[in-house]
């Protein structure tokens, strides 16, 4: 079946600091790519998606590419805030029924 | 703009008792989800729901029963708790299907099985 494989966290930085939370996946034929974002208390909100090879999700300053060679899609951010402190969630969609498969989450920390 | 909403946030539950979450929304979506969020474990999912009178199972069924009688609403029924269902709860729901599908996520409910 699919799988997602995500960084470990948590992942502390400081204000202003550059952000990567890696994602690899597994998955047969073309799946589409998804970050997730879940801040505290709240359920999780789609942060950006990408549904083909090569192609940039972006929104709220933060990017991830969709690379089939490596099967890959890292979330990246160039200048964090302590707002963006949350957990994030990369997925894989699994079928027709938009069925995702979710990895274990990466607790992301930001300080002053 | 309501968008996903479950009932109750928190409920604490003996083992052996029987309970539903509830969950509705008002966005008209055809395409509904119960996923449970355990620590360090992700999302898995355990029912969905691609229309009013269809339901499927997920990744984790047991333990857990639903129902899609409307568009709107879609319960998800605990019978016998045990304490291995002591989880988060979200329902969630999609416009659509298909590889480009976003699902809408409700706010969770905490549930402890003692």
């Known amino acids: 079946g699919n799988s997602v494989t995500q960084m470990e966290g948590p992942v502390t930085l400081s204000e202003e600091a550059f952000l990567t939370i890696n994602c690899t996946y597994t998955a047969t034929g073309y799946p589409s790519l998804f970050w997730y974002v879940q801040y505290p208390g709240e359920g999780l909100q789609l942060l950006l998606k990408a549904t083909k090879a090569d192609d940039k999700g972006s929104n709220k300053g933060f990017e991830a590419t969709y690379r089939k060679e490596t099967t890959s899609f890292h979330l990246e951010k160039g200048s964090v805030q302590v707002s963006d402190s949350a957990v994030y969630f990369c997925?894989?969609?699994?079928?027709?029924?938009?069925?995702?498969?979710f990895g274990t989450g990466t607790r992301l920390q930001v300080t002053l | 703009n309501a968008g996903v909403t479950q009932t109750p946030k928190f409920r604490i539950l003996k083992i052996g008792q029987s309970m539903t979450l509830q969950c509705a929304q008002d966005m008209n979506h055809n395409y509904m989800y119960w996923y449970r969020q355990d620590p360090g474990m992700g999302l898995k999912l355990i029912y969905y729901s691609v229309g009013a009178g269809i339901t499927d199972k997920g990744e984790v069924p047991n333990g857990y029963n639903v129902s899609r009688s409307t568009t709107e609403d879609f319960p998800l029924r605990l019978e016998l708790a045990a304490p291995s269902q002591t989880s988060v709860y979200f329902c969630a729901s999609s416009p659509t299907g298909g590889q480009t599908g976003e699902l809408f996520f409700g706010e969770g409910s905490r549930l402890t099985v003692l």
């Open positions: 997925a894989v969609n699994t079928g027709t029924a938009s069925k995702l498969t």
